[in-house]
Nanobody, 113 residues
């Protein structure tokens, strides 16, 4: 069974950094279009960042210049490096295999002083 397990969320002060991890099992992330999404309560799910099999990345305007998506092909893990975090970044972040509808369980990120 394909599984995505996110980790790395937590509480951080504004301006701080976190790195989220999405560890994949029974699937090879480098062969798929992988993405990070977030969804705050009462709001639509937002595509935060994505990476194609060829390494092309794409970001939401709200995170450009602050977030970076990457992939470790040996560890079958996709990362989301988040810098200069703002309170508005607070929500649950989930990774997904785009086109397959496979989601992880999500990890909570809270940005607060």
């Amino acid at each position: 069974q394909v599984q995505l397990v996110e980790s790395g969320g937590g509480l951080v002060q504004p301006g701080g950094s976190l790195r989220l991890s999405c560890a994949a099992s029974r699937i090879i992330p480098r062969l798929y279009h992988m993405a990070w999404y977030r969804q705050a309560p009462g709001q639509q799910r937002e595509l935060v960042a994505s990476i194609t099999p060829t390494g092309i990345t794409n970001y939401a305007d709200s995170v450009k210049g602050r977030f970076s998506i990457s992939r470790d092909n040996v560890k079958n893990t996709v990362y989301l490096q988040m810098n200069s975090l703002k309170p508005g970044d607070t929500t649950v972040y989930s990774c997904k295999v785009n086109g397959k509808g496979i989601w992880g369980q999500g990890t909570q990120v809270t940005v607060s002083s």
